[in-house]
């Protein structure tokens, strides 16, 4: 078989892409191997890689890939701030690139011709996956069964009885949903209807905050120049500090998001999406960045991690403006070291305290005790004067704030003074 009859498929173990693998040998006349990657999705990858040999798949592969995605992917994003929309840690979106390398990776050493997805034509990780392959290696051609087949669900699953094939998925169960170590996405169903509050089986990782452990949990969470190294003063591995905090931010109503997001491809979509760990992690990275930051550095990283943000949920990790605002971002965090205290408390989270050794907040500038204030106040009466000498002139000459500033205040001032109305 030649190598552009072989392709290496995204293998998930649901419906739609174990219907893709017989559906590709039928209709396309293609060997299909099969790539099972492990982001912490909490499922039985073995149980998956058989169901795939089961299906028609010629080979099967498992990669466990957690510590790669949580250290390179999720953890820079961090550092660079990046919420998409301002609330969208960006789970799903960061694991594409690094599914489309190592999909790329297999197809080279299996010298296959073509990478497949199992991404329908309304999402937006056709476009990732797309981009992403085509960036890495534009020799390989880019199959996706799900986008060009004519079936809804009930066919596929009409589809997989005719063959024998077993899918854990039935008419019953309405949610489509992705996961990783960095959150879970759900959508479809019910929660297509914005105005519908979401029922409680949308939710699995997190606790209902109304029923959450009443007095709460403290966690004091270690940073080396912004990344998370330790709980608690327990040093940990990427993927097992994240996990952990996904089970102590879930189990306190921690990390749940409902938004109504701007597509890439054009519509508004209805997301759910659960990350305790990453709503913890950036509440805690935003806060030592408040000691260790300037001001001026602060301001400008905002817009850089909203760009960044646009870029991963775009598709575009492997662009070379994202390469060069990593530049920037690595700058920033060289001295983001130090310890953070949170409170998680049936679904609010509080930061109690942080510290840093390379902190600008000097206690003694800052504080309002004269015996131990090193803050010159001679000095600003001097700073006031030339800070608003540009407005004083403005005014003087132009007159600026004359019938404007009338105009705002009322036509009649009542006085009062200690001999009553004036």
Known sequence: MTAAQ???????????????????RENLDTEVIALSIDLGEARDLRSVQERALRTGATAAYVVDARRLFVENFAFPSLMAGALYEGVYPLATALGR???????????????????????TGKGNDQVRFDVAVAALAPELKVLAPVRDWDMGRPDELRYAAERGIEVPATLASPYSVDANLWGRSIEAGILEDPWEEPPRDVFQWTADPGEAPPDGALVEIAFEQGRPVSLDGEPLAAEVLVERLNALGGAHGIGRIDHVENRLVGIKSREVYEAPAATILFAAHQALESLTLARDVMRFKRTVAEEWARLVYDGLWFSALRHDLWAFVR???????????????????RVVGRKSQQSLYRHELATYDRAGDRFSHESARGFIELFGLPLRTQTAVQHALGDASRRLLPERLDRLSADGPG
Do not use: N
């Open 97 to 119: 690139p690094l599914i489309a390398k190592l999909l790329v990776d297999l197809a080279r050493e299996e010298s296959a011709g073509a990478v497949a997805h199992g991404c």
């Open 6 to 24: 072989r392709c290496v498929l995204a293998y998930s173990g649901g419906l739609d892409t174990s219907v893709a693998i017989p559906w590709m």
């Open 331 to 349: 700058s920033t965090q060289e001295f983001v070291s130090g310890e953070v205290r949170m409170r998680l408390q049936r679904g609010s989270l």
